[in-house]
């Protein structure tokens, strides 16, 4: 069964850290371009941190320089530091896993079902 289990989140004070990690139970991982998004109540899920097959990142505005995507590939598993978080960071993290970009029609486009982070004093 292809399935993301998301662990790592919690509640943490403004400023503080966390690091979230997804674990992949796919066949051949290194094929996956893996993503964090996040969803705050009332606003639409958004992409935070996406990772490559090759290992390249990107990330959204309201995060570079704070949090950073990483991936291991020997235990099919991505993370995802978040540093100096902000109250405005408080939602639910997904991890999203797609090979089709590599596969093609042969890929598959998984999504965990979410840690909540909440950033609050």
């Known amino acids: 069964q292809v399935q993301l289990v998301e662990s790592g989140g919690g509640l943490v004070q403004p400023g503080g850290s966390l690091r979230l990690s997804c674990a992949a139970s796919v066949n051949f991982f290194t094929f996956y371009d893996l993503g964090w998004y996040r969803q705050a109540p009332g606003k639409q899920r958004e992409l935070v941190a996406a990772?490559?097959?090759?290992?390249?990142?990107n990330y959204a505005v309201a995060v570079k320089g704070r949090f950073t995507i990483s991936r291991d590939n020997t235990k099919n598993t991505v993370y995802l530091q978040m540093n100096s978080l902000k109250p405005e960071d408080t939602a639910l993290y997904y991890c999203?896993?797609?090979?089709?970009?590599?596969?093609?029609?042969?890929?598959?486009?998984?999504w965990g079902q979410g840690t909540l982070v909440t950033v609050s004093s």
């Open positions: 999203n896993a797609d090979s089709t970009r590599v596969l093609g029609a042969r890929g598959l486009e998984v």
């Open positions: 990772i490559s097959s090759r290992g390249f990142t």
